[in-house]
């Protein structure tokens, strides 16, 4: 089967190609997490879309398996040949007229439950970030229009946004 095949909430989701502006974005908040990694000799993994997060295993039920578009991971043990066994520090997904009822809702609810640290929703349509936080109990952050956004959970990483958000 061709496409992006996620299961959520129960329900199988295929979507078969992403825009290139959604695919755009992946690839700059990817290579920007994954410079600042190598430049600072950090032990984190960058990876993006198609990489299996195995939701599933962390949850202990068979409801959930998600391939978000960015993650970092700080437990390289967790990492194997078919995906990601534990939970990232970060996850930025960016949504689509059909995802964002799963993105907002039931996968909000799951990185919550797996402890995720710090997951951003991007709305390109709409030209905002919702900024969730475990350490500020996943109250949202909007941030209509912005040109970067920082990373909390690493100091003095921004994403440059500008040419997506204006």
């Not at 992403?18 to 690839?27: D, E, F, M, Q, W």
């Not at 912005?146 to 921004?158: G, W």
Request: hydrophobic fraction near 35%.
């Amino acid at each position: 089967m061709d496409g992006h095949v996620e299961l959520i909430g129960g329900e199988l989701v295929i979507q078969q190609f992403t825009s290139p502006l959604h695919n755009s974005v992946v690839l700059e908040i990817a290579c920007t997490v994954y410079n600042y990694i190598i430049s600072h000799k950090d032990s984190c993994h960058v990876f993006r879309e198609n990489v299996a997060l195995y939701v599933n295993e962390l949850l202990e039920e068979d409801k959930e398996f998600y391939l978000p578009d960015v993650m970092i991971i700080s437990d390289s043990h967790g990492i194997s040949e078919n995906g990601v066994h534990v939970a990232p520090i970060f996850v930025a997904e960016v949504t689509s007229e059909k995802s964002k009822i799963w993105e907002n809702n039931i996968k909000l609810e799951t990185y919550k439950k797996i402890g995720v640290e710090e997951y951003w929703i991007i709305d390109l349509t709409e030209k905002k970030v919702c900024k969730y936080l475990a350490s500020k109990d996943y109250v949202p952050q909007y941030y209509y229009n912005p040109s970067s956004m920082n990373i909390s959970v690493y100091h003095n990483l921004s994403i440059d946004l500008s040419e997506f958000m204006q």
